[in-house]
């Protein structure tokens, strides 16, 4: 909802084709005249929105009032879009009015944007952002959700291939046994500490985000294919040393993960996710408790660490990547 062609200096001012439901009834359209003197306020019911009667009384009639206007004008569309994307068309209905009779009126007299106003526009902006965070975190373990790793996801894939990237999808083993050996409780606490283990070593621009269940996906951005195997497989190894017999007795917790990344041409097979998730799979067919990654140099699936001299690897990733 944004004023283009409404604030001075962008063109004709458009006109507005419907009008809200109001506590007194349905508000009809109806032409706001300029008054002779004094300030000129929305010329339609303000409460409670605060704004132009909120004026200062000592502005002086015939001071340049251009700036003021404008000022006020885009307080009230930003007030008016945050309202809007929080689906309360009646408040952001009348803020957008106040803006279009701002810009409409050349005899308001304003110096500036009403301190109650602009604290309201920095609420609604805090608020607006507060939701925004809360809609791409996971409610259980508080990393990042699906939607915020498919938002990244895209950014990434739009820098380029001179900005390397790789992702990983790691999967905790066997983790039905633990729900239904300790509970589900216990088995929440898993994961959030599982998060927390995972976030110790990662790069900057790195994150974890839940990406269903058990799964969680690590990007790493500005990592080449080998330094991202070795963050995943130091997150493997202090997973598996994590004392979890302190959460339950007789409890212990390890991850396969898949590694790989986001350039297509990097190796062969479907980049990203889709190759993560594959090698993830032999990471479970070799065994379990490892990293699975394609080499750079020659494409074969290798695990990484401790895990690299176990036997049937290629076994593994003949199921995965089967051979047209």
């Not at 809360?134 to 990434?156: C, F, I, K, P, V």
């Not at 990662?202 to 985000?209: S, V």
């Not at 993830?280 to 001299?309: E, I, P, S």
């Amino acid at each position: 909802m944004r004023l283009a062609g409404l604030l001075p200096g962008r063109g004709t001012v458009a006109t507005t084709t419907a009008e809200p439901m109001l506590d007194s009834g349905v508000v009809t359209p109806t032409a706001h005249p300029i008054p002779d003197q004094g300030s000129v306020t929305c010329g339609f019911p303000t409460s409670p929105i605060v704004g132009l009667d909120a004026v200062p009384s000592d502005t002086q009639p015939g001071a340049s009032t251009l700036a003021g206007r404008s000022d006020q004008a885009r307080a009230h569309e930003a007030a008016a879009e945050v309202l809007a994307d929080r689906g309360d068309w009646r408040r952001a209905y009348q803020h957008l009015k106040a803006a279009v009779s701002l810009v409409r009126d050349e005899r308001t007299t304003p110096d500036e944007v009403p301190d109650q106003l602009r604290l309201e526009v920095d609420r609604l902006r805090r608020e607006r952002a507060e939701a925004r965070e809360q809609s791409r975190r996971d409610s259980l373990t508080a990393t990042w959700n699906r939607r915020y790793l498919d938002e990244r996801l895209s950014t990434l894939r739009g820098d380029g291939v001179d900005s390397p990237a790789c992702v990983a999808l790691a999967d905790v083993d066997h983790f039905k046994s633990v729900n239904d050996t300790h509970g589900h409780a216990v088995g929440d606490r898993v994961l959030r500490r599982l998060v927390d283990l995972v976030n110790e070593e990662l790069p900057a621009e790195g994150f974890c985000a839940r990406y269903g269940g058990e799964e969680f996906a690590l990007v790493l951005p500005g990592l080449a294919p080998a330094e991202a195997v070795r963050v995943c497989e130091e997150a493997r190894a202090r997973v598996d040393a994590y004392p979890w017999h302190e959460l339950a007795d007789d409890l212990r917790v390890t991850v396969s993960v898949g590694v790989a990344c986001l350039d297509a041409g990097a190796h062969p097979g479907a980049p990203g996710l889709d190759a993560a998730d594959a090698l993830l799979y032999v990471a479970k067919r070799a065994g379990r408790n490892a990293v699975a990654y394609r080499d750079a140099d020659d494409g074969t699936v290798r695990l990484a660490g401790a895990a690299a001299a176990r036997r049937g690897i290629a076994a593994a990733a003949r199921g995965a990547f089967p051979t047209p």
